[in-house]
């Protein structure tokens, strides 16, 4: 059933229900949305007041999202602080690492397990050798066992004085201790070189190369 409505010079029909009387016909036949007390519509207000009541409803039904998003922000929070708080604390200089030594030979000098050795090329006595080498800082070569294997094979066909001299009937190296090695020391001079893969001795005063050695020291 429908009802006839006049609206300033025109005239519509409104369908009957039960909230004709709370609308009014449009001018081309429909029935418009009732107003609200502000003049806004009424679907409008409803429409609101549920994106109102939208996000209470869906942190209530989401306990476990809403729980993990709240640590997330804290989170962010904190570390927000920790960033402002190391950038504006005092920044203290760097104190450049002490440089660690280096231990080494000098120019012209063959190292091995810490020790220095020097080949001459020019030739003196036993003592004019002794006293050459005290001013390179080191002795006439005092040798290890690995130490004689080094120079023998360093020697080529050159025989050199060595720090190992006759003192009555034994050998004494220059630092005072016994001689004590596997390898021979043929004649028995004062003074004792390098030959071959073994050792001679000879008269101090005869003129040949030498070797010296020292402890390797910081470069």
Same mark, same amino acid.
């Given at each position: 059933?429908?009802?006839?409505?006049?609206?300033?010079? #025109?005239? %519509?029909?409104?369908?009957?229900?039960?909230?004709?009387?709370?609308?009014?016909?449009? *001018?081309?036949?429909?029935?418009?949305?009732?107003?609200?007390?502000?003049?806004?519509?009424?679907?409008?207000?409803?429409?609101?007041?549920?994106?109102?009541? !939208?996000?209470?409803?869906? !942190? *209530?039904?989401?306990?476990?999202?809403? #729980?993990?998003?709240?640590?997330?922000?804290?989170?962010?929070?904190?570390?927000?602080?920790? =960033?402002?708080?190391?950038?504006?604390?005092?920044?203290?200089?760097?104190?450049?690492?002490?440089?660690?030594?280096?231990?080494?030979?000098?120019?012209?000098?063959?190292?091995?397990?810490?020790? %220095?050795?020097?080949? $001459?090329?020019? $030739?003196?006595?036993?003592?004019?050798?002794?006293?050459?080498?005290?001013?390179?800082?080191?002795?006439?070569?005092?040798?290890?066992?690995?130490?004689?294997?080094?120079? !023998?094979?360093?020697?080529?066909?050159?025989?050199?004085?060595?720090?190992?001299?006759?003192?009555?009937?034994?050998?004494?190296?220059?630092?005072? *201790?016994?001689?004590?090695?596997?390898?021979?020391?043929?004649?028995?001079?004062? %003074?004792?070189?390098?030959?071959?893969?073994? !050792?001679?001795?000879?008269? %101090?005063?005869?003129?040949?190369?030498?070797?010296? *050695?020292? =402890?390797?020291?910081?470069?």
């Amino acid at each position: 059933m429908a009802t006839w409505h006049k609206q300033g010079d #025109a005239t %519509c029909e409104c369908a009957v229900s039960e909230d004709v009387e709370n609308g009014f016909c449009s *001018s081309a036949g429909s029935v418009r949305e009732p107003l609200g007390p502000q003049g806004t519509s009424a679907t409008g207000n409803e429409h609101k007041r549920i994106l109102r009541r !939208f996000p209470g409803e869906w !942190f *209530s039904s989401h306990p476990v999202l809403t #729980a993990v998003l709240i640590l997330l922000l804290l989170v962010l929070v904190l570390a927000l602080g920790v =960033a402002l708080a190391v950038q504006s604390a005092p920044q203290v200089p760097v104190t450049p690492a002490t440089p660690q030594l280096v231990l080494g030979c000098p120019h012209g000098w063959v190292g091995s397990n810490g020790v %220095c050795y020097y080949l $001459s090329r020019d $030739s003196r006595s036993w003592e004019q050798a002794q006293e050459r080498c005290s001013e390179l800082g080191a002795s006439l070569a005092i040798l290890k066992d690995e130490a004689m294997d080094l120079l !023998f094979r360093l020697r080529g066909n050159v025989d050199y004085w060595i720090g190992l001299r006759r003192r009555g009937e034994r050998l004494h190296w220059g630092d005072g *201790s016994s001689y004590s090695s596997r390898v021979p020391v043929l004649g028995n001079s004062q %003074c004792v070189y390098l030959a071959d893969d073994k !050792f001679r001795s000879e008269m %101090c005063s005869n003129e040949r190369p030498y070797v010296c *050695s020292k =402890a390797q020291a910081a470069l």
